[in-house]
């Protein structure tokens, strides 16, 4: 209902039903939003949008690490520059995303039916739990489901009215699918799909050729706002399998459809079966020798139908070869199909009574889910891994180097700003094999990991652990863990071991040799080295195992800025090159390497090795 306002003779609609819509809609997603812990992908985000990135950086980082394209990382890089990089900031694209999808699904029903269907699904759409839930996640899930929402609104709109106008409109948000995630390329297609039909239905050569003009001309529009994704669907395309996917089964596929519908079989058994009726009710209207081109029902059924049929069908097929595709998450859009297929069921009864008692109820049942079943705003679903790396933060006062197999996210919280470059990205079987191999000094370290990785190590692993190490701390959270290791080994107090994993400008090998592939300098973290005699041993070796025009890879030592030689490794082995240093008084200490010598000639490369530095006193 619209309420008219008259102001200097000037009426302004005032959408009282729908305002109420979108502010539930807002509260919904508002409501917690911080509860629910950053879980994996959400640490991609805070990672590879973080506005600290120049462009170039942000640049390589979507196409070494992600999978989704940069559309959605520019505007949450654009929310953070605003309002702060966090993770309740980040989640707000999410929150707007899903807030727009309400307003969009009102258009789209009112647009296939009527403003009453509009109501219907909107309010529907907006107390759905597993789009309320997308709506509080810092991916583009959600923006997914916007973007077609909108992209079928427009859809209905040119095959209403078939012009320039609404060609461009379709063919701009047909696009902007592509741009939040891959998979949504299977969307476009639906759309196109629907096109196809709709083509069979018109009657005279004029329609047909204007239609088959203008459908070109929003598909060009389509593939010019696509262009940019294509190098990470190239990408993602080349991927093999997909380890976090089960494939598909009856049981599986069963409760990933549950999930996407609301989260229990009531609402799987009402979503899945309101295709039927509505099929039944579109044939029952059908008339003799009508002109089918101007059915609405009829297009309404085959756009709900093709959207969620041939959706679920490609992704179901695609399935059943290398890399499975049934996640909850890649099938966010049949959750809004759905809804409309239930609304426009809704709205085919013509007694108002009926219609909004059906709807309350529909509404009371995703409420329930919502807040007695799933009880999400209470229940844990998501790793913890923000509030987990904040607590190891808190305990490390001595900074001691910090171990995970997920260390490059972590290190968002961890050391965002690299200042302390205390992280090691492995697992802890690959740790305690540096240590084993000398490859890292044996030393305190945290271990964090998680995303359905329980604590579990190789029994040599355990081995080493149990006689070398003593377990002085735990911290377990939802889906992760952390756990403080105190080593048993005495550290005498004249040597001490530059960390290599510490220098700057620095490439290191798979087990954590500093490396050199071009001429460059790496410098170490500064510290305080006390007034004295010292040794300084810098272990190295060059490659490969022939010289190269009769030379091997030479490298300079500065101390404090200051050259202190320049050295020539050895091809053989590893040997450890002895520098005598005398620190005059207690202060910062900094050491440089530069590799000065690179070469290549034909298919051998001259490069530097560096496995261990160490200062020891006279």
């Known amino acids: ?54 462009f170039k950086e942000f640049d390589d980082v979507i196409m070494f690490r992600e999978g989704i394209p940069h559309f959605y990382f520019l505007v949450v890089r654009f929310f953070s520059l605003i309002f702060g990089h966090t993770l309740y900031t980040i989640r707000l694209v999410s929150v707007i995303s899903g807030v727009i999808s309400v307003y969009g699904m009102y258009l789209l029903g009112k647009s296939m039916k009527d403003k009453e269907t509009g109501y219907i699904a909107a309010c529907l759409l907006a107390v759905h739990p597993f789009l309320i839930e997308y709506s509080q996640e810092a991916r583009s899930y959600e923006m997914l489901a916007m973007f077609l929402i909108l992209s079928v609104y427009r859809l209905t709109l040119f095959l209403k009215n078939i012009n320039l106008k609404n060609a461009i409109y379709l063919g701009i948000f047909s696009g902007l699918i592509t741009n939040t995630q891959p998979i949504a390329i299977v969307c476009v297609m639906s759309i196109y799909l629907i096109i196809a039909i709709w083509f069979l239905f018109l009657k005279t050569k004029e329609e047909r050729i204007n239609y088959i003009k203008y459908s070109f001309l929003s598909g060009i529009v389509t593939l010019l706002v696509f262009y940019p994704v294509y190098q990470i669907v190239e990408k993602v395309s080349k991927a093999t399998s997909s380890f976090w996917t089960q494939k598909p089964s009856y049981e599986y596929v069963v409760f990933v459809l549950q999930q996407i519908t609301g989260g229990n079989n009531v609402l799987l058994l009402i979503s899945i079966f309101s295709f039927p009726f509505f099929l039944v009710l579109i044939i029952i209207g059908l008339k003799k020798k009508e002109d089918f081109s101007k059915n609405q029902n009829l297009l309404n059924f085959i756009i709900v139908f093709v959207w969620v049929g041939f959706y679920f069908l490609f992704i179901l097929i695609k399935s059943y070869g290398q890399t499975s595709l049934i996640l909850p998450r890649y099938l966010i859009a049949l959750a809004p199909g759905f809804v409309l297929s239930i609304s426009l069921l809704i709205s085919y009864f013509r007694n108002v009574k009926i219609k909004f008692s ?3 109820i529909m509404a009371f049942v995703f409420l329930y889910s919502l807040f007695v079943q799933k009880d999400y705003y209470n229940t844990r679903v998501k790793s913890q891994f923000n509030e987990l790396a904040i607590r ?88 992760c863990w952390a756990k403080h290791y105190i080593s048993n080994k005495i550290i005498s107090k004249s040597e001490k071991s530059l960390k290599l994993n510490q ?54 030592v500065f101390i404090n800025d200051k050259i202190y030689g320049t050295f020539e490794s050895s091809e053989k082995a590893i040997e450890t090159i002895k520098i005598d240093y005398n620190q005059e008084v207690s202060s910062d200490f900094q050491l440089d390497i530069a590799f000065i010598n690179d070469f290549s000639k034909g298919n051998v490369d001259r490069n530097l090795q560096i496995s261990k530095i160490e200062i020891k006193i006279k």
Request: aromatic letters at 12%; one cysteine or more.
């Open 358 to 360: 059906l709807t309350l």
């Open 503 to 556: 220098f700057s400008n620095a490439q290191f090998d798979g087990t954590g040799n500093l490396m050199f592939f071009e001429n460059s300098k790496s410098s170490s973290l500064p510290m305080v080295l006390e007034k004295g005699k010292y040794s300084i041993e810098i272990s190295c070796i060059s490659h490969p195992q022939s010289k190269i025009d009769n030379e091997n890879a030479k490298f300079m």
């Open 1 to 54: 209902m619209d309420i008219n306002i008259n102001i200097n003779s000037k009426k302004i609609k005032f959408n009282y039903i729908l305002t109420a819509i979108i502010i539930l809609a807002i509260i919904l997603r508002l409501y917690k939003l911080d509860f629910q812990g950053a879980w994996l992908d959400e640490l991609h985000t805070l990672k590879e949008a973080d506005p600290n990135l120049t």
């Open 392 to 479: 190891v933060l808190d305990e490390n006062k001595n900074k001691e180097t910090i171990v995970s197999n997920w260390g490059w996210l972590l290190s968002f919280y961890l050391d965002r700003e690299y200042t302390n470059k205390n992280i090691y990205e492995k697992n802890l079987d690959l740790y305690i094999n540096d240590v084993k191999t000398n490859s890292v000094i044996q030393e305190n370290f945290w271990y964090i990991d998680g995303n359905s990785r329980p604590y579990a190590v190789a029994p040599e692993t355990q081995d080493f652990l149990d006689k070398n190490y003593t377990l002085n701390k735990s911290i377990d959270l939802h889906d």
